[in-house]
Nanobody, 124 residues
């Protein structure tokens, strides 16, 4: 199973980026998919998650109203639209899959599969 994230880059504050994460080796159309990020010197931080149907989403307070998660089950892909980017959004962004929810959506231990990460750098 492989999760390949791409779409990161270097942008100015106020810009937008769209991250994509394509899964291969297994279909995740019945599972929750999401995103974490890790800034230098900090722990991995939950960003967003969406259930299999798209009916249920969670966002971190730090990105609520600016980031939008979506998915295309036919393509086994999850997206993260990031608007109004800030320098504090600079981090490596990881896509994740949760196959069996235990209630701790914000915890790294909740997630069974992780992508390799894509770097997002926001300059001021």
């Amino acid at each position: 199973v492989q999760l390949q994230a791409f779409g990161g880059g270097l942008v100015q504050a106020g810009s937008s980026l769209r991250l994509s994460c394509a899964a291969s080796g297994r279909t995740f159309s019945s599972d929750t998919m999401g995103w974490f990020r890790q800034a230098p010197g900090k722990e991995r931080e939950f960003i967003a998650r969406m259930n299999w149907s798209g009916a249920s989403t969670y966002y971190a307070d730090s990105v609520k109203g600016r980031f939008t998660i979506s998915r295309d089950n036919a393509k086994n892909t999850v997206y993260l639209q990031m608007n109004s980017l800030k320098p504090e959004d600079t981090a490596v962004y990881y896509c994740v899959v949760d196959t069996s929810y235990s209630g701790r959506y914000y915890a790294t231990e909740e997630y069974d599969y992780w992508g390799q990460g894509t770097q997002v750098t926001v300059s001021s």
